[in-house]
């Protein structure tokens, strides 16, 4: 789903644009589930062009120790040269921030210890009704559908 092209870190590290089906859209609609009983899995649920309106995509990730998610219209800066970064990436919804402040922070303190820490990986989708931001050692599987999608999960507490 990426491919690496040579960068130069900053302190901040560096942003590719996360080469996805996707990638070109403008404020898709970015959702967010945590299946039942999963310490380390979590689905993302991007639709494109809206809601209700198909191709959709489903990134599964496993192996993901970290995430946040927010309305857009509380995105904070995350960095004083985020802007500069992205420029440099090109503009997209989707973005690996490679060796990100977010990923010094959480190697091996908040996330399990990994022989190589360099394949934790940061990843960002940005949708017009929500930020999804996911620390993850694996990247997730893509799948592409064009109906309705039913996701059925039960909890027990």
């Known amino acids: 789903m990426n491919s690496a092209t040579p960068h130069t870190d900053t302190q901040f590290g560096h942003l590719e644009r996360w080469k996805l089906p996707f990638a070109n859209s403008l404020h898709p609609s970015v959702s967010l589930i ?12 991007v639709m494109p062009q809206g809601l209700e309106e198909y191709p959709g995509y489903i990134l599964d990730f496993k192996r993901a120790h970290f995430t946040i ?8 800066p995350t960095d004083p040269y985020w802007f500069e970064q992205q420029k440099q990436a ?25 022989n190589d820490i360099t394949k934790l990986k940061h990843y960002l989708l940005l949708g017009g009704d929500s930020i999804v931001e996911v620390l993850a050692y694996e990247e997730p599987q893509l799948k592409q559908f064009n109906k309705p999608e039913r996701l059925i999960m039960e909890y027990t507490f």
């Open 34 to 45: 945590i299946p039942p009983n999963s310490v380390d899995r979590l689905i993302v649920v």
């Open 69 to 76: 998610a927010y309305d857009e219209s509380c995105a904070k």
């Open 90 to 114: 090109g503009n997209s919804c989707a973005y690996i921030w490679h060796n990100s402040p977010l990923v010094r922070l959480q190697s091996g303190i908040g996330c399990p210890q990994s």
